[in-house]
T-cell receptor
């Protein structure tokens, strides 16, 4: 089955460390997204990419960077991790919107990140 | 900006019907999505409304009123496995960007 995968699934790191979360998809979708989820705050968009050459900031991009290495790969980096970046991180993909509609997003299983 | 409101928690009995409401304020509205998310798992797509009215999919239905900025998700014949969070999300413009509400945690009891 075409899928969205994330590695690692769990990560504990220390303040100040640089870490990378990776996302791969076999759905053939052009569009990829990174979200974080915090209790009581819902899913918030960090970065999104509509193709390999297109990267856009979401609502909470400060402290994060991304790389779209290929159509199928989109990685999220925390340059210098801090405790308030402790959260559940989701990658998602969607097809290119047809006829102006917004296509549904398909989510990976998530990465639980703890910054001590 | 966008504002999306939905109740934080709801409880319902197995076999019953429950309606989860979502109100939104946004510009450039281009569709409303409902996702289901079990604890610790990924959200999964349930329904999409872009025109006013009711969309039915088995036990789940979703309604949209664009003039009122209002949607609801209706779950019929509730089962224990329906205990999950239900996320309302609004799409805007021509981009496939979604803004999510904080979710409604539904507990189904015997």
């Amino acid at each position: 089955d075409a899928d969205v995968t994330q590695t690692p699934r769990n990560r504990i790191t220390k303040t100040g460390k640089r870490i990378m979360l990776e996302c791969s998809q076999t759905k053939g979708h052009d569009r990829m997204y990174w979200y974080r989820q915090d209790p009581g705050l819902g899913l918030r968009l960090i970065y999104y990419s509509f193709d390999v050459k297109d990267i856009n900031k979401g609502e909470i991009s400060d402290g994060y960077s991304v790389s779209r290495q290929a159509q199928a790969k989109f990685s999220l980096s925390l340059e210098s991790a801090i405790p308030n970046q402790t959260a559940l991180y989701f990658c998602a993909t969607s097809d290119t919107g047809t006829s102006g509609r917004v296509d549904e997003q398909f989510f990976g299983p998530g990465t639980r990140l703890t910054v001590l | 900006g966008q504002n999306i409101d939905q109740p934080t928690e709801m409880t319902a009995t197995e076999g019953a019907i429950v309606q989860i409401n979502c109100t939104y304020q946004t510009s450039g509205f281009n569709g409303l999505f409902w996702y289901q998310q079990h604890a610790g798992e990924a959200p999964t797509f349930l329904s999409y409304n872009v025109l006013d009215g009711l969309e039915e999919k088995g036990r789940f239905s979703s309604f949209l009123s664009r003039s009122k900025g209002y949607s609801y998700l209706l779950l019929k014949e509730l089962q224990m496995k329906d205990s999950a969070s239900y996320l309302c999300a609004v799409g805007t413009g021509t981009a496939s960007k979604l803004t999510f509400g904080t979710g409604t945690r539904l507990q189904v009891t015997l």
